[in-house]
Each structure stands twice: as C-alpha cells, then as structure tokens.
C-alpha cells in the first residue's frame, strides 16, 4: 500500500511541476553561440533536439502545442482523445 501511495504522490507532484511551468515563465539562461556557417548551426541545432530525452521532447511539442492554441484563443479547450480498436487478421 506504501508504495502506491508513494507512486499517487509522485505522479500528483509531477502534475503540479508541470501545471507550475505552464502557469508561470520559465527562467530561460541565455546563450549566444556564434558558428562559422549556416550547416555548422544546423548541425549544432540537430545535435541538441538529438541528446534531448523523450519527456523533454514531448514537453516542448506539448508547450508548442499550448502556445499554439493560445494564440487561436482556444486555451481553455482540451486536446480530444481519440482512439481506435483494430481486429488484426490472422495470416
């Protein structure tokens, strides 16, 4: 019981650091890096998203996402779940 009272806990916290972030601006350290050519930008760019792990891409499309619908007014609207059950036959 202990424990999935700790993993309720944890999930709640994660919910809250999240909406944290979304409610509030994010401190963002600046950076400038200057690069010799337009490729060694786009290499140094790809080579970033690539060592990004997968929550972290997830939270930046979900950001984007969010930004997105603000800009259309539609902030208050939840992304629609959609799902499908599919036979597979078998061959």
Known sequence: MGAQRA?????????????RRLCYPVLVDKVAKVFHSFEDADH??????AN???????????????????ALGE???RLERV???????QS
């Open 44 to 49: 140094a760019d790809e080579e970033y998203y």
């Open 7 to 19: 993993l309720a806990a944890l999930s709640v916290s994660a919910f809250r650091s999240r909406a």
């Open 83 to 89: 799902y499908r059950v599919t036979e597979l036959s």
């Open 52 to 70: 990004l792990t997968p929550q972290e891409r997830l939270d930046i499309l979900l950001d984007l996402i969010e930004q997105h619908r603000r």
């Open 75 to 77: 902030a208050d609207q």
